[in-house]
């Protein structure tokens, strides 16, 4: 059950450091009461007679009267604020000095300080937003590129929540003719009762599985991925990464054995977070130095969760790269760039991609750049898969993922048993489970772990 709050907290909402505006935010019952005993408003008037979503200008005031600092108030009155409670934001100059004078007044006038994520925790269990939407705020504010805030922001406008809103309708509706075949078994389940509860199951579950097949995808935009950078020595794999990045981060030189420690870049493969390694030449050698280089690029290559696999085009592949690199390769998921293809493709692109089992081979060309934009579609899809989310409902938490699986499972056992015609009340207790991993997914079951584990990843003030 979600339970009403009675306390009033009071947060820094803005980082630490130096900058034009802090904000102080205060939620709860007392919030208007704590606001008027320390701010004093250059119109002289009380907060408690402030129109909701209005601003004013004033001090925030000591108990003794000093002035602490100058102030921006902004009132917004229940249920019509972030929490759904009276909330009070005041704006003040950003330095460590004003913001903790002006958060020790609030705590002094009876305020509590907000633990992490307090204020969406409220505004969960005040029903504003659900579980869902909850988890879209934290990946909103951590996402790293243009691509996961995008979809942060559409899961926090419910686009997902609306999604599973429809598998609860549908389950809802095969529920309720089930329970009729349960209430009255004489006269069984009808056929035209018996196609609607199909027909409903089956919709249930085609959402329910597109939704899963966009976790991939969604976990990646959100967590990153590694691509690890891996061959022969001179093949370009240096000039591979810094053409990617578009930066010069690696040393590029004619000479062999040019790249000896693992080099990372941070780079995004059409909007998914990607960390870029570049390692040495992987080949037979004595040199102490370039050993220890070898070994760390196979051990990039083993951690990776894509490699980067290149050659050079121009020559035949030598037995050597198939006995020394091969091994390595196998069962893993690899792209094959074949560099150098400036100088003419003399590989079999198709028998190589093939013996490799690769995910996609590509010839590109380092120094005319022919190739990249395909090498960059080709990474993507092997990251990804060929799932495009226009429709931009993507789940993107394990917790949300996991929940899914099962109710998939769930309504997968339903549809079995409505196959078979076992009796209705073993279908209509799978679509009850079904039902349950639901209202978990979207935190109208829930246990307090769950959700101290989640709101204790905000930062305090959000
Ligand atoms: N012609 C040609 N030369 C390239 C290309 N890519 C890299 N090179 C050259 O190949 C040599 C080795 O490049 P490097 O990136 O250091 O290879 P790495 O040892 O695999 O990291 C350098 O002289 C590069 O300028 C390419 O696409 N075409
Ligand atoms: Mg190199």
């Avoid at 794999?237 to 000479?255: C, E, H, M, Y």
């Amino acid at each position: 059950m979600r339970a009403a709050t009675t306390d009033t907290i009071a947060a820094v909402a803005t980082p630490a450091g130096e900058g034009g505006i802090g904000l102080l935010r205060l939620s709860g019952p007392r919030a208007v009461e704590i606001a008027d005993r320390l701010f004093r408003a250059k119109d002289g008037g009380r907060v408690a007679d402030q129109p909701s979503h209005t601003a004013r200008y004033g001090h925030v005031i000591a108990g003794d009267g000093r002035i602490v600092d100058e102030a921006v108030l902004l009132l917004m009155r229940a249920p019509r604020s972030y929490t759904r409670e009276d909330t009070v934001e005041l704006g003040v100059h950003a330095g460590a000095a004003p913001l903790s004078a002006v958060l020790a007044r609030l705590l002094e006038e009876g305020a509590r300080p907000a633990e992490p994520g307090e204020f969406t925790k409220r505004a969960y269990l005040n029903g504003r937003i659900d579980l869902v939407q909850a988890e879209a705020v934290l990946d909103l504010i951590r996402a790293r590129t243009d691509r996961a805030a995008r979809w942060a922001s559409a899961q926090l406008e419910g686009v997902l929540s609306r999604r599973l809103l429809e598998i609860k309708a549908a389950l809802l509706e095969a529920a309720a003719h089930l329970e009729a075949a349960v209430d009255f078994p004489e006269d069984g389940i009808d056929a035209d009762a018996d196609g609607q509860v199909a027909g409903s199951l089956e919709r249930a579950l085609r959402i329910a599985r597109d939704l899963l097949a966009s976790a991939g995808v969604g976990l990646l935009a959100k967590n990153g991925a590694s691509v690890a950078i891996v061959g022969r020595p001179n093949v370009g794999k240096s000039s591979l990464l810094n053409r990617l990045v578009g930066r010069d981060r690696a040393i590029v030189t004619p000479i062999a054995g040019t790249t000896r420690d693992t080099i990372e870049a941070d780079y995004q493969v059409r909007g998914l977070p990607v960390r870029i390694l570049d390692t040495a030449g992987i080949h037979a050698t004595d040199h102490l130095i370039e050993r220890e280089g070898v070994e760390r690029a196979r051990q990039a290559l083993i951690a990776a969760d894509l490699v980067l696999y290149v050659v050079d085009a121009s020559i035949p592949l030598a037995d050597q790269e198939r006995r020394m690199l091969w091994p390595d390769l196998a069962g893993r998921p690899v792209v094959l760039a074949a560099n150098k293809s400036d100088l003419g493709v003399r590989i079999d692109m198709r028998s190589v991609v093939g013996e490799l089992a690769a995910l996609q081979g590509v010839s590109c060309s380092c120094l005319s750049g022919e190739g990249f934009e395909a090498l960059e579609e080709a990474l993507y899809r092997a990251l990804a898969g060929d799932i495009d989310r226009s429709d931009e409902a993507v789940v993107s938490s394990v917790r949300q993922r996991d929940l899914l699986r099962g109710l998939c499972a769930d309504l997968d056992r339903a549809m079995t048993a409505r196959a078979a015609k076992v009796s209705p009340e073993l279908v209509a207790a799978d679509v009850r489970l079904a039902l349950q991993d639901l209202a978990e997914i979207v935190g109208e079951i829930t246990h307090d772990e769950l959700l101290d584990k989640l709101f204790g990843q905000f930062c305090i003030g959000k």
